[in-house]
């Protein structure tokens, strides 16, 4: 097996080729706009936030497919949670991504990302969108990876 191919499973493939919770969201009342100079990725993640719950979630941009496949699978996991669910969230695919380890029962799909860990390069396009929606729940418009 190559490195590639540990890298892009089949899940980051479909997710990057197809992307959930992909558009626009009129009625959001969180945006935030994330930037990864380093390979070019650019997303904006919008929430409605309701009761303190993740009601919805959505994302436009570009990049490339790990980015894409992150936010996919990032509004996917967050949608119908509540806020305090989501910095958790966002510390075990970190930890998962930097080869710190996580419990895999904490991350459910997330942890296609675990292969992202043998390649630094690519570990801020797997936290791309979980920065930008940190952002856009801290009410801070645009973030940068640098
Ligand atoms: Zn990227």
Redesign the pocket.
């Known amino acids: 097996m190559s490195e590639l191919d540990d890298l892009y499973q089949d899940t980051i493939l479909d997710h990057g080729r197809r992307p959930r919770n992909f558009g626009p969201l009129p009625d959001a009342t969180h945006e935030a706009e994330g930037y990864?100079p380093l390979?070019?990725?650019r997303f904006k993640v919008r929430l409605v936030v309701d009761e303190g719950v993740i009601r919805d979630a959505r994302f436009e941009g570009s990049?490339?497919a790990?980015?894409t496949a992150s936010a996919s699978l990032m509004t996917e996991a967050m949608k119908g949670r509540p806020i305090e669910a989501f910095s958790p969230a966002f510390e075990h695919v970190h930890d998962l991504v930097t080869g710190k380890g996580a419990e895999a029962s904490d991350l459910g799909k997330l942890v296609v990302f675990s292969g992202v860990a043998a390649f630094p390069m690519?570990v801020k396009?797997a936290t791309l969108a979980w920065h930008t929606c940190k952002a856009a729940l801290d009410g801070e418009e645009v973030v940068s990876t640098e």
């Open positions: 990864n390979c070019g990725d990049g490339c790990i980015s690519r396009c």
